[in-house]
């Protein structure tokens, strides 16, 4: 049973430049959600989808930012004209989707964005 | 809101000593479910264990235990004969409910084993 994978690992970019984020969950899994860590933080949330519906986001998703998960397997994570703030590592988890809204999350590895 | 404070920023051990990593929580829910993960250097966080509200049994596995206690919103994790390869991040974290799916974690502990 494979874990949660992301793509890119890493990503340079230079401010301004759009960047895109893929998170494929384990498998079976119908609850994906995507979190930000900056350094020296916990991850902060930022959005949650139940299959292909977005059902919750932070107020840190601003309007540059932008996920998608249309078929309800994988995930997109977009960051629209990127700031030098955007830097930081993305992260993103699944659950199962059985055990209620406390069931565990199983991180991925994440992406971690450097914007120059 | 909801809160969680892990006052330890860094730790240092000598391999085989025991080491506990504080986390204190803030909610004014009566159910919520808490968590602590592990991050190694390599990034990913993984799970060591979710415990509910309702549950304060302390628990241990291995040479990790866990103490819950919500008389003082304490949750504290402790490594019996610490090794190297337990050097990472820990962080614990929080789930609330009131509708939301999000985990509040702490800002981490830094542990570093030292051979």
Redesign the interface.
């Known amino acids: 049973d494979t874990g949660v994978s992301q793509d890119p690992r890493h990503k340079i970019t230079k401010r301004g430049q759009n960047v895109t984020f893929r998170c494929d969950p384990i498998s079976e899994h119908n609850r994906l959600y995507w979190y930000r860590q900056t350094l020296g933080q916990g991850p902060e949330f930022l959005t949650y989808f139940q299959n292909e519906a977005q059902l919750e986001k932070s107020r840190l998703l601003s309007d540059r930012f932008s996920a998608e998960r249309p078929k309800g397997s994988f995930s997109t994570l977009e960051i629209q004209r990127t700031e030098q703030g955007d830097s930081a590592m993305y992260l993103c988890a699944s659950s199962p989707g059985v055990d209620g809204a406390s069931e565990t999350q199983y991180f991925g590895p994440g992406t971690r964005l450097l914007v120059l | 809101a909801q809160k969680?404070t892990q006052a330890q920023t860094e730790i240092s051990v000598v391999e085989k000593e025991d080491v506990t990593l504080d986390c204190v929580y803030e909610t004014r829910d009566t159910t919520y479910?808490l968590?602590w993960?592990k991050q190694p250097p390599?990034?990913?966080?993984?799970?060591l264990i979710?415990r509910?509200s309702f549950d304060e049994q302390n628990e241990i596995s291995g040479r990790y235990s866990w103490n819950f206690q919500k008389s003082t919103s304490s949750f504290n994790f402790t490594i019996t004969a610490s090794q190297v390869v337990d050097s990472a991040v820990y962080?614990c974290?929080l789930?609330t409910?009131a509708g939301?799916?999000?985990?509040?974690?702490?800002?981490?502990t830094k542990l570093s084993v030292i051979p």
């Not at chain 2, 390599?42 to 799970?47: H, K, R, T």
């Open positions: 969680v479910y968590f993960y390599s990034g990913e966080l993984v799970f979710r509910n962080f974290a789930w409910g939301s799916y999000q985990l509040t974690f702490g800002k981490g």
